[in-house]
């Protein structure tokens, strides 16, 4: 099969997101000017630099609530910084309630039955039970083309990593299993890793 996406596919539903699979989970926490926290997972997001260590998410559609993108976005225009938390396994059902289109004002840890406790570098909450929690400042934003479609660019400045997930020296997914997005409302958990040495090592 081949299509144009200008000229739609003929399927019952998009295939585009199970083209890119799988895909690792960033759930952002933020606040406002006001303090109001925020929490929302986005799936398009990765690590960019090693040095200084770099991350990128992308943040698309809007709300009518807010004047363009997301309550996500909105916050880190206002604050120029956030947080990406990595989901467990275990955290699944609070990551799906996070995914709900609240209110600006709605706390989405509340919520989810989670807790926020505050960032050590910058000011933000982070999830206090996450694996590893990244603090991350603004380097830029960038629109794409389309309507509300927005890369944001973060240099990483605070790490935490649960000392459960740390095996002899090593952060170890296999100690919570991170929730991974598919396609479609699919998603899938990395419970299986394999070790291959390069060439040139």
């Not at 960019?48 to 916050?75: H, I, R, W």
């Not at 960032?119 to 999830?127: D, F, G, K, V, Y």
Request: net charge negative.
């Amino acid at each position: 099969m081949f299509y144009r996406p200008k000229d739609g596919h003929g399927l019952p539903h998009n295939p585009y997101n199970a083209l890119i699979a799988p895909r690792p989970i960033a759930w952002i926490s933020t606040q406002d000017a006001e303090g109001v926290q925020n929490l929302a997972p986005y799936s398009f997001f990765n690590g960019t630099a090693y040095v200084p260590p770099q991350v990128m998410f992308a943040s698309t559609g809007t709300k009518p609530d807010q004047e363009n993108g997301k309550d996500t976005l909105a916050n880190i225009r206002s604050t120029g910084v956030f947080c990406i938390n990595i989901v467990a396994e275990a955290m699944k059902d609070a990551m799906n309630i996070s995914t709900t289109g609240f209110d600006k004002d709605v706390d989405e840890f509340a919520r989810a039955g989670l807790t926020a406790v505050p960032c050590e570098t910058i000011a933000c909450p982070r999830l206090e039970d996450a694996p590893a929690s990244m603090e991350c400042e603004v380097t830029q934003i960038l629109q794409m083309k389309g309507e509300n479609n927005y890369v944001v660019h973060g240099e990483v400045v605070g790490i935490h990593m649960r000392d459960d997930c740390i095996i002899d020296g090593m952060f170890d997914v296999s100690t919570f299993r991170p929730l991974a997005r598919l396609g479609y409302r699919d998603y899938s958990v990395v419970d299986n890793t394999f070790t291959l040495a390069r060439p040139d090592d």
